[in-house]
């Protein structure tokens, strides 16, 4: 049996935005981390981008063979809180859940997200962001892959208008 068939994955809770730091200690002591990132739609001060995020807060991947390394070092490796454990063992999860996130990933190396509102048409939307920010609306349909369409009460009449899908929330 070769060493990657004994390694397992398991999953590490970081401290607080470390995760990028844990990922690049746990990497130096010699193991294989893996942190799975999103494109995060982010505003502030009237600025909009979007930045890879985790897409796990506060947790990463780390691909552990127990016979041959030393697993005990990640719990004080900085930017790690804990290796998260059955008891005094820490609890493998199945490779399937990588493989699946790996699979997802697009050309730039960040998961896709399905990015589809979970919205029925007829049901009460609020807008967040943008000229209408606060209004109530109904929502009426996926517009193409990032916008939907809602009805506005407007001037006395509902006015179809067509917003980004992060603009809009449930009512």
Same mark, same amino acid.
């Given at each position: 049996?070769?060493?990657?068939?004994?390694?397992?994955?398991?999953?590490?809770?970081?401290?607080?935005?470390?995760?990028?730091?844990?990922?690049?200690?746990?990497?130096?002591?010699?193991?294989?981390?893996?942190?799975?990132?999103?494109?995060? *739609?982010?505003?502030? +001060?009237?600025? $909009?981008? &979007?930045?890879?995020? /985790?897409? @796990?807060?506060?947790?990463?991947?780390?691909? %552990?063979?127990?016979?041959?390394?030393?697993?005990?070092?990640?719990?004080?490796?900085?930017?790690?809180?804990?290796?998260?454990?059955?008891?005094?063992?820490?609890?493998?999860?199945?490779?399937?859940?990588?493989?699946?996130?790996?699979? *997802?990933?697009?050309? +730039?190396?960040? $998961?896709? &997200?399905?990015?589809? /509102?979970? @919205?029925?048409?007829?049901?009460?939307?609020? %807008?967040?962001?943008?000229?209408?920010?606060?209004?109530?609306?109904?929502?009426?349909?996926?517009?193409?892959?990032?916008?939907?369409?809602?009805?506005?009460?407007?001037?006395?009449?509902?006015?179809?208008?067509?917003?980004?899908?992060?603009?809009?929330?449930? +009512?």
């Amino acid at each position: 049996m070769t060493g990657d068939a004994l390694r397992r994955w398991y999953v590490v809770e970081t401290h607080p935005h470390a995760e990028i730091k844990a990922a690049a200690h746990l990497h130096r002591q010699g193991f294989e981390t893996y942190l799975p990132r999103y494109k995060k *739609r982010r505003s502030h +001060a009237r600025r $909009v981008e &979007i930045v890879a995020a /985790p897409l @796990f807060p506060r947790y990463l991947f780390v691909a %552990v063979d127990m016979a041959t390394q030393r697993w005990r070092a990640i719990q004080s490796t900085f930017g790690v809180a804990r290796l998260i454990s059955h008891g005094d063992m820490p609890a493998p999860i199945q490779d399937l859940v990588i493989d699946g996130l790996r699979r *997802r990933e697009d050309e +730039a190396g960040l $998961v896709r &997200i399905d990015t589809r /509102p979970a @919205f029925l048409p007829g049901e009460n939307i609020r %807008v967040l962001d943008g000229a209408f920010e606060a209004c109530l609306g109904l929502f009426e349909c996926v517009a193409d892959r990032d916008r939907v369409a809602i009805l506005l009460e407007f001037l006395g009449r509902k006015v179809r208008i067509v917003l980004a899908t992060a603009s809009v929330a449930a +009512a």
